[in-house]
């Protein structure tokens, strides 16, 4: 059973998701119980593949058994262990708001929200980039089911926007393997890292062109200025749940860009994306304060979390890299509270819905707001919540001599101010400029959507209280990324490398 | 052959990125199925162009294609062919519930309309 467990992430919701489909299309009971024990079952999966990979060890999964360069393999280090444990840990979270109403407003969610996580999963782990795509395709396919879960025209229009930004990623991604293919004739990570420095001059520029593309695509997916103008939009009119849920979505593109230029190109850092990182920020805290409503704050938050993502990604130091990937987990729980409030706030307030604006009183005002508070805390980055120690530990591993180190400070800092300067106003508005006692008559916000709230908030103050031990991991999963030896080594069994 | 698929997939890809530009979906889903034809094509030409040539090594076999290619552009086929499918679907939704066919995304308003 042990050496059968780096599949089981992807195993139980595919299973679960087709036995939904074939036994629970009309009893939503039997769907929830079945969506909440998959989950449960993906969280104990996910924290014994974190046990198991904490020493260093790299597990290798070969499907079929197939020697390594010729079969499927999927690989679970230190990285793709903490990531399969965010998603589950998210998606178990996110399941307790849908199963209250979210589940209703359309047919199949359940299978839809087990295929979205399966193919989360299994970009996380794979270990070659054309299952890469597959698996994006998957997360994909299933996030534009989402997306349209529950209908309205604003939701349409936008979904297919997103819908055909990602179809044109997606070629993008298949010309980009073909290249890389082409110059070095594999097409796994690690297999690759070993062929990239025997490839051919008179190859070498179409690999550099695959990469580059292969770039550009996970930028894409990323959301990095200039390729981030779909996500609020499409982000801030997704149902809720799904909109928290696809969180996590950009960051797959960031962990792909990760492991497929460090580990597969062998580059020595992402330093060149510093300049866009900067700008993603800006872009990120200007567009929270200039949002219409808290759904596309929200999304606009997610593109300044990005921008301080790369930031971190683009140091060559692991140290650097840890407090980035430290910020990447925080920024997936509070991004995905902030959605999941958006949408408390939408059902609760009847004529504005979460229009940036005062109104009516509304019922669970003070829980709400309470609520925004503590997340508008975690995302701007205030003490004591985790955005803080991940802000700090990022600006004290970059240097402030020299141009980039100093404009890096800068950036973070100021746009922190504007995040919370675009916060404040939002939840000023939203929570305080009301009139009337009208919230007596209403019910207040579903239980479920508070617990999700109350859960992923807990979870960013146990992320800070954790952060010594987690940093420490995180970099050492960053080391790794840098020096791949022992990856490339575990996956193709070579060990003279570099 | 090389100058006949290269004059194929360009004209393709040509042809489908100006479609994709424009604001109608219907070009856009014709664009976007241009694309994925001059896809197909350029993954299938990564192993290199071989004719007459067996996909499979064995014994005595010097010259081969390289099959891996062909199976991934199978896995492929299947994909655009169904994103394709999907986003028909979603147009004619939208064309329904929007009352409009269009692929950009209409300038936020003041005071946007409250979704459920």
């Known amino acids: ?104 407003r359309g047919q199949h969610f359940h299978p839809l929200f087990q295929f979205q996580l399966m193919g989360i999963y299994g970009a996380f782990l794979t270990g070659d980039f054309f299952n890469l795509f597959v698996f994006f395709e998957v997360m994909l396919i299933a996030s534009y089911g989402l997306m349209v879960h529950g209908g309205g025209a604003a939701r349409l229009t936008n979904a297919m926007q997103y819908m055909v ?35 051919a001059a008179s190859d070498r520029g179409i690999l550099m062109a695959g990469g580059m593309l292969l770039c550009v695509v996970f930028l894409l997916k990323a959301a990095v200025v200039p390729l981030q103008f779909w996500l609020p939009g499409a982000y801030g009119h997704a149902p809720g749940v799904a909109a928290a849920l696809f969180a996590l979505l950009s960051k797959v593109g960031a962990y792909a860009l990760l492991r497929f230029a460090l580990v597969g190109l062998g580059w020595s850092s992402l330093a060149a994306l510093e300049p866009l990182a900067w700008l993603t920020l800006l872009v990120g805290a ?27 990604l683009a140091g060559a130091e692991a140290v650097r890299l840890g407090a980035g990937l430290y910020y990447l987990v925080h920024s ?31 019922a669970g005002r003070a829980l709400l ?31 402030v001599e020299g141009g980039a180190g100093a404009a890096s400070w800068v950036f973070v800092l100021v746009t922190s101010f504007l995040l919370l300067l675009g916060l404040s106003r939002a939840g000023s508005r939203v929570f305080w400029k009301t009139q009337g006692d009208g919230g007596q008559a209403m019910r207040g916000p579903e239980a479920g959507g508070v617990a999700a709230l109350a859960l992923l908030l807990a979870g960013t103050f146990a992320w800070s209280l954790v952060a010594e031990p987690a940093l420490a991991y995180f970099t050492q999963a960053a080391q790794a990324l840098l020096e791949p030896g022992a990856y490339v080594q575990a996956v193709t069994g070579m060990g003279v490398f570099r | 052959m090389e100058i006949l698929f290269a004059v194929l997939i360009g004209a393709l890809t040509a042809a489908g990125v100006y479609l994709c530009c424009l604001r109608q979906v219907f070009p856009v889903v014709l664009g976007l199925s241009l694309l994925s034809y001059a896809t197909n094509l350029f993954v299938f030409v990564a192993g290199r162009l071989t004719v007459g ?25 299947v ?33 946007p309309e409250v979704e459920r």
Not at chain 1, 287 to 309: E, K, M, N, Q, R
Not at chain 1, 342 to 355: I, P, T
Not at chain 1, 382 to 396: M, N, V, W, Y
């Open chain 2, 79 to 111: 994909i655009s062919f169904g994103m394709t499918a999907l986003l028909v679907v979603l147009a004619i939704r939208a064309r329904f519930e929007a009352g409009r066919e269009r692929s950009d995304v209409p300038a936020v308003t003041q005071r």
């Open chain 1, 369 to 399: 707001g309470g609520g925004f508070f503590l997340a508008a805390i975690a995302a701007v980055g205030l003490p004591p919540l985790s955005g803080f120690i991940g802000k700090l530990a990022l600006l004290r591993s970059i240097p």
């Open chain 1, 1 to 104: 059973m042990r050496a059968h467990l780096p599949i089981l992430p992807v195993l139980i919701p595919a299973v679960s998701a087709a036995v939904m489909v074939a036994l629970a299309r009309r009893e939503l009971v039997l769907a929830r119980v079945l969506a909440l024990a998959s989950a449960a079952a993906q969280l104990a999966v996910a924290c014994l593949l974190l046990a198991a990979v904490q020493g260093g060890e790299v597990l290798v999964y070969r499907l079929g058994d197939w020697p390594v360069p010729y079969g499927i393999a999927l690989v679970v280090d230190r990285l793709s262990a903490a990531m399969v444990l965010l998603t589950a840990a998210l998606g178990a979270a996110l399941l307790l708001h849908a199963v209250c109403a979210w589940d209703r």
């Open chain 1, 286 to 312: 200007l567009g929270v304060l200039a949002a219409p409503t808290l759904g596309v704050l929200a999304g606009f938050a997610a593109v300044a979390s990005i921008g301080v993502l790369f930031v971190g």
């Open chain 1, 165 to 199: 930004v990602n179809l044109i990623g997606s070629t993008l991604f298949l010309f980009a393997v073909s290249l890389v293919y082409n110059a070095a004739g594999t097409l796994n990570f690690a297999d690759l890292a070993l062929r990239v420095p025997t490839v």
């Open chain 1, 332 to 362: 997936t729980l509070t991004g995905a509270a902030l959605f999941v409030l958006a949408d408390l706030v939408r059902s609760a307030r009847r004529k504005e819905g979460d229009a940036v604006l005062g109104g009516q009183d509304f």
């Open chain 2, 53 to 77: 040539a067996p996909p499979i090594w064995g014994e005595g076999v010097t010259r081969f294609a390289d099959p891996l290619p062909q199976a991934l552009v199978l896995t492929a086929i």
